[in-house]
């Protein structure tokens, strides 16, 4: 494909820009509503491998996922209340510990991490089959200051890493640990999103593997699905957005799982 305005597509057809902004605009909906976008979003760029080496495909979901999560994290301040004390928490510790994960992207075997990942969510999906009412309404906390700095820290290290998963991750931390609801988890979770990819980009930017004609394209479609995907979350709810989770969580499982086998 011949590149726009000096903007760099990384050599990907016509046809394969237009697969990976329909993941995209999917990938936005789904994130939006409960996290886990970047399981059809990451994919479908390594499908396609635009550059021709994996870490360019990681370095431009984060310029799709700061855009998209922003765009979304908006929508939703409007539409529901948000706790801004751990937000700004959580964004702290995120920002920094995704700027040492993307440090590491390349450093770290990915089989081992994968084994992390796959026991964490089966015991996410397994909580929250046991606990029905987890996450319907909103809960006081004693722990809420200590899960956002820790897990903000954890999941900003692992979204760093390129690893898929990590707002669905985010939703549980908020609702398991900290007593949010579902829909406030996925409020809070999108402007967190937005720091922890922001962090990342602080490594990949001069480090000259984002493909920005590529990131920008995609980030539109992926903003439109964010804010159709945001006001379908809003108007459906709690019970709605904790179906999606567990079929997102369900969703990731089946994609470590045979990633650990292949």
Known sequence: MPELAGLDFGGVSWVGVLFLCAAALLAGAVDAIVGG????????????????????????????????????????????????????????????????????????????LNVVVLVALLLVVVHTVRNPDLGMAERTHGTRTVVAVLGGAAIGFWNGLGAPGTGSFLVFLLVGLAGHSFLSASAIAKVVNVATSLGALLFFIPAGTVLWGLGIAMAVCNVVGGVVGTLIAVRRGATFIRRVFLAVAIALIATVGVKLLG
């Open 37 to 112: 976008g970047g399981l059809l979003q990451l994919p479908a760029l390594l499908v396609v491998m635009p550059g021709g080496h994996v870490i360019h495909s990681i370095a431009t979901s984060k310029v799709v996922g700061t855009i998209g999560a922003a765009a979304t994290g908006f929508t939703y301040s409007r539409k529901t209340p948000m706790d801004w004390g751990t937000v700004a928490r959580m964004s702290s510790a995120g920002f920094l510990a995704a700027m040492a994960g993307a440090a590491c992207a390349s450093a770290l075997p990915a089989a081992a």
